[in-house]
């Protein structure tokens, strides 16, 4: 007997063996849909008898049918664009969108076009957010806990005007990468910002030209705050400490303002000490940072995480900007002269002999009773 | 797929990625050539090889898309073209591992298929070697052995004497008890066909066995006919010990009621993936 190839009657034959068999290549290099290798898919249907093709190409065909009907009722179009205007990545992603206090994601299609950024949502063909290419001032990458659980990347684009997009894409990198082509095509320039200075609208918002921030984070802040009674109490408040090359300024949340500013050359000092905070915060630690104004000291307290490393941080810029913190002076109760505040406390005033209650205090207990 | 989440458009750089952004993949050859082999390919594309060491992968160049069709015919002509390139490889070089259809080296970012393929051949150098040495001349062969169950079912009526007594007492029996015992005789029937496949299946393995290097048991299919497929091997065969593998076919052929189908020789699809 005889083996045959007969290219007619042993067509099936080859089928079985080119479409299902040979040498296997491991995945992540060879091109499949979704991980499907297609053979078994799609051509078997199309070589499959009259039975599957009905099962296969009517599905196909409705399936069709479908999605034109759906694409025609729901009209979902792709982002109108000027004339000459060209499309470089069209991405799927989302941007923060914040509106008093309500924030959100909003997710669509991103379209970097050789002018501009746009977010755009095909179902609706509204576009939920652009921005010119010319008026992106600043890039930077940061990484954010996502309630997902992962770590997130996300581009922060730092506007002109001030204004901050955060955005996610399905490729971030991919997409700031064809952002900064599209810029350096047009002969843009952009400054590269530190992922936290871009945290937040706010933060960007309170930056005078030229000033860049160096911390920033969630910090509770005592403030004074009116009472009903016409009487002015310290309560704790939520919101966030900023220290910039010029200033320390602290954003209250609640009010979507900044309630707090000290330029850097009015700080006189800071600790970080513990003290009651009410009837549950026992020696919890506070730093108090002591400044000066027209009407004397103040001190500012502030509770929050990693105090110390904030102290270190504004005495690390300040050292920077050439003003050293100045040892604290107070001027002695009783006679009025101006003397370093540490030593007024530890040995009393050396002019006049005043010393504090609390030293005369330990002086007295030191003394053996008589 | 109609949605893509991640749609390159760019024309001119875009475009370009996926004329020439794959490596549609035939086979691994024997040989350490570098050489067009002409547009013999799928779509007319010009194959040519890329060697590594002493192999070589035939490929042409190609977007980084599988091809589809829902056209059997398109698809057939895709695969004939793919079996013709494999084909032409194997006279050439002798010994080649085939590839099934539709593998298609993609390139990634930051390197090109070439490259990935290069990657690839190196990587993968000492199985590949291994393969090739486990097919060294030989060939596959389709090795089908087909019974007629009327034929079959009459010679095992005639030697069952269960069923032959079934058979007897029928006749004697009133309609709706015929019925009954005709359910019976069936299934009586089928228990002594499928034993009798199991019996044929061990002794037509083991002829077979001895002519062949290597193995397969493929699943039967259902011919158009009313035959019953009972046997679908696929045989790695030493360049000249197909004679013997024919006269051993041919024996079964002759029997009564049974019938073989002969193909070959195919390169050794079925005997390159594990």
């Known amino acids: ?11 099936v034959d080859l089928l079985d063996r080119v479409l299902d068999k040979g040498l296997v290549l491991y995945a992540d290099i060879i091109v499949s849909v979704a991980g499907i290798p297609l ?76 002018r501009r950024i746009a977010l755009y949502l095909l179902t609706f063909g509204e576009v939920l957010f652009q921005a010119p290419l010319q008026s992106i001032k600043g890039l930077a990458t940061g990484r954010e806990n996502h309630f997902s659980g992962d ?14 997009a955060w955005l996610h894409a399905l490729d971030t990198p991919q997409l700031r990468e064809a952002i900064e082509r599209g ?103 506070v730093f ?83 | 797929m109609q949605h893509s989440d991640n749609i390159r458009v760019a024309p001119s750089e875009g ?14 050859a024997d040989s350490d050539e570098k050489v067009r082999l002409g547009p013999i390919g799928i779509d007319g594309h010009e194959v040519y090889t890329v060697p590594y060491n002493d192999v070589c992968a035939v490929v042409h160049d190609c977007p980084a898309e599988p091809y589809q069709s829902a056209d059997a015919e398109v698809v057939k002509g895709w695969v004939i073209a793919h079996q013709r390139v494999v084909d032409e490889a194997w006279d050439k070089w002798g010994t080649v591992l085939p590839l099934g259809f539709d593998t298609i080296v993609r390139g990634q970012e930051g390197s090109d298929p070439q490259q990935n393929l290069e990657n690839w051949l190196a990587a993968d150098y000492q ?3 291994r393969k090739m040495e486990a097919v060294r001349g030989k060939a596959e062969y389709g090795v089908q052995v087909f019974w007629e169950p009327q034929v079959i ?45 199991d019996q044929c299946f061990r002794d037509f393995y083991s002829r077979i066995k001895k002519h062949v290097c290597d193995l397969r048991v493929e699943k039967t299919k259902r011919p158009d006919d009313d035959r019953q497929m009972i046997m679908n091997l696929s045989c790695l065969v030493d360049g000249d010990k197909s004679t013997h593998l024919g006269e051993e076919l041919e024996s079964i052929d002759k029997m009564e009621g049974f019938s073989v189908r002969f193909t070959g020789p195919w390169p050794p699809y079925s005997f390159v993936s594990a």
Not at chain 1, 152 to 163: A, K, P, T, V
Not at chain 1, 253 to 278: K, Q, Y
Not at chain 2, 15 to 28: F, I, N, W
Request: aromatic letters at 8%; glycine letters at 8%; proline letters at 4%.
């Open chain 2, 153 to 197: 079912a009459r010679s095992i009526a005639g030697m069952s004497r269960e069923i032959s007594s079934l058979e007897e007492e029928i006749k004697s029996k009133p309609r709706g008890l015929a019925y009954m015992y005709r359910q019976k005789l069936e299934n009586a029937l089928k228990r002594e066909m499928e034993a009798k496949a």
């Open chain 2, 15 to 28: 475009e370009a990625a996926t004329k020439a952004g794959a490596r549609y993949l035939y086979c691994v």
């Open chain 1, 151 to 164: 770590e997130r990347e996300h581009l922060c684009l730092l506007l002109e005007g001030g204004d901050v």
């Open chain 1, 288 to 370: 108090d940072v002591i400044y000066e104004t027209e009407a004397g000291k103040r001190v500012a307290s502030f509770s929050g995480d990693r105090l110390a490393e904030w102290e270190e941080a504004l005495n690390r810029i300040i050292a920077r900007q050439g003003t050293p913190l100045r040892e604290e002076t107070d001027t002695c109760p009783q006679c009025g002269e101006a003397a370093p505040v540490k030593e007024l406390l530890r040995s009393g005033c050396d002019k006049c002999g005043w010393v504090s209650p609390r030293v005369k205090q330990d002086m007295l207990r030191a003394t053996p009773a008589r």
């Open chain 1, 183 to 285: 810029m350096a095509a047009l002969g843009l320039t952009w400054k590269e910002m530190p992922a936290f200075a871009m945290h937040d609208e706010k933060a960007t918002k309170l930056l005078t030209d030229g000033e860049e921030i160096a911390c920033a984070g969630k910090m509770w802040h005592l403030m004074a705050l009116p009472s009903p009674g016409g009487v002015t109490t310290d309560t704790w408040q939520s919101g966030h400490l900023y220290i910039t090359n010029r200033r320390l300024c602290w954003w209250y949340d609640f009010e979507g303002r900044l309630a707090l500013e000290i330029p850097l050359e009015r700080v006189a000092a800071s600790t970080v000490e513990r003290r009651d905070l009410g009837p549950a915060l026992r020696r919890k630690r």
């Open chain 1, 1 to 11: 007997m005889e083996p045959t190839r007969d290219s007619h009657t042993t067509l």
């Open chain 2, 127 to 129: 199985t590949l070697k």
């Open chain 1, 39 to 114: 053979i078994g898919v799609n051509l078997r249907a199309a070589l499959a008898g009259m039975e599957t093709m009905l099962r296969y190409g009517v599905m196909q065909e409705w399936d069709e049918h479908i999605r034109a009907w759906e694409r025609d009722n729901r009209g979902e179009r792709e982002l109108p664009l000027a004339s000459g205007e060209q499309v470089v990545l069209k991405m799927l992603g989302s941007y923060l969108y914040s509106q008093g206090i309500y924030t959100s994601w909003r997710q669509g299609y991103f379209y970097v076009t050789d």
